[in-house]
């Protein structure tokens, strides 16, 4: 190899792109620092509100900073009725991710001061697309099953008021905490794939709708967040715990990757996933229905023996949206959903301290070539 090839980091692995105060991750300890608290600790403690603001501000709120942030969230819920048209109007067949990515950006398609790229008006963007994503999520998921859509109801908190637009009916406090869980331990990864592609699109001075549009577009990919989807369908494929070891070592024998398995910076264990795995077994014993988490323990073990690769964050958290009732296809909507938070919080970074983002290649093809023109 070239000293120049020896210069490339495929993926950009290991590569510092820029400074920031948002989040850390410690791959080999393992931990993730957000905003100087452990995952760990705030994981079960904090509200979606509370991490969203911690996101956003820097800081925990309390009192009536955190009244007035809850009621402001509440009162954006409603989406304009032109979404609520295209999550009806669009063809059956079409990806959710494609539908939820399309309504964002009628969203920024109608917002006149979409182009306006001050602090105070992205902070109000993101305030309003964190408050209206879950409405938009819960209203296609009704739509794909035949149902109207369900208003929000503002009384509830942020994580009630998403399950309640989901089945339409207040979610039991087992579920209800799941729930709530699950969203903040999602809210936030550093700089994952989808958080980098916004930084890249802020980076050119494009606009907050722009960067989120380009957030949702990357994580629906099944490296990504799209692999919870693709988690929860391995679990129905091999059927029964007994089954998992043998579909295990067959996948890996053909060279094939697993969802919910891997991860390019934790090799020692994903944090997020061991509180999920937590919740998927609460959830099992609290639903009577124990098949999905016994059947992941069960890939789990095998994988740990054949390749030592970790469960990742989506491994347990399929199982704990499942049991809360989200269609398959519909959990990594759900991920963007609570993930625009930490989207918000890296695109106001960005924007306070932007240098265009724009790496170099090391070129590998031709030169030399000579173009004989058909004019004669
Ligand atoms: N199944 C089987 N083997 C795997 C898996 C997996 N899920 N993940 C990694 N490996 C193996 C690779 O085959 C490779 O083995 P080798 O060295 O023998 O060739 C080794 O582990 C290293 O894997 P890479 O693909 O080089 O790791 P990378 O850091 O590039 O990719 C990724 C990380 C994309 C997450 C990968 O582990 C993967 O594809 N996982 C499945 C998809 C998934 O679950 N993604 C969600 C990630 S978390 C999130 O985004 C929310």
Redesign the pocket.
């Known amino acids: 190899m070239t000293t120049e090839q020896n210069q490339v980091k495929l ?1 950009l ?1 290991g590569i510092l792109a820029f400074e920031s105060s948002i989040a850390t991750i410690d791959g080999n300890i393992p931990e993730l620092i957000i905003r100087g608290y452990d995952i760990k600790e705030i994981a079960s403690s904090l509200s979606f509100e509370e991490m969203t603001y911690l996101l956003l501000y820097s800081t925990l709120p309390t009192g009536d900073v955190l009244n007035d942030f809850s009621k402001e969230l509440a009162s954006l819920r409603n989406i304009p009725s032109s979404v609520l048209q295209v999550l009806s109007t669009t063809p059956k067949e079409a990806h959710p991710m494609a539908v939820l990515r399309t309504a964002v950006s009628l969203i920024g398609a109608s917002d006149p001061s979409a182009d306006n790229l001050t602090n105070d008006d992205n902070l109000r963007k993101a305030i309003n697309l964190t408050a209206k994503m879950p409405t938009i999520v819960a209203a296609q998921s009704r739509i794909q099953s035949g149902k109207d859509p369900v208003s929000p109801n503002p009384a509830l908190g942020h994580s009630e008021n998403y399950l309640y637009m989901l089945t339409g009916e207040k979610p039991d406090p087992v579920d209800l905490k799941a729930f709530e869980t699950t969203l903040v331990l999602y809210a936030e990864h550093e700089t ?2 989808s958080t980098f592609a916004c930084r890249v699109v802020v980076g050119t001075l494009s606009d907050f709708y722009s960067s989120v549009v380009a957030g949702i577009g990357a994580i629906k990919g ?4 799209g ?2 989807d693709d ?1 929860m369908r391995m679990f129905m494929d091999i059927g029964s715990p007994d089954k998992a070891k043998p579909y295990v070592e067959t996948a ?1 024998s053909n060279k ?9 910076v934790y090799r020692a264990g994903d944090p997020r996933a061991a509180e999920l795995k937590d919740l998927a077994r609460e959830m099992s014993t609290s639903h009577g229905d124990s098949q999905w988490y016994e059947i992941a323990q069960e890939a789990e073990q095998a994988m740990k023996n054949s ?1 030592n ?1 970790i469960p ?3 491994y347990y958290a399929a199982i704990v949206l499942y049991q809360l009732g989200f269609q398959l296809n519909m959990m990594t909507n759900v ?1 963007a959903s609570t993930r625009i938070a930490g989207w918000s919080a890296h695109i106001l970074e960005q924007y306070n301290n932007n240098r265009l983002i724009r790496p170099r290649a090391l070129y590998t093809g031709e030169r030399g070539k000579k173009h004989k023109s058909q004019n004669l």
């Not at 094939?256 to 390019?264: A, D, E, I, W, Y």
């Open positions: 993926g692995d994952n794939a099944p490296l990504h967040g692999a919870i988690a890996l094939q990757k697993l969802s919910g398995f891997g991860h390019r390749k690769i990742n964050v989506d991920v």
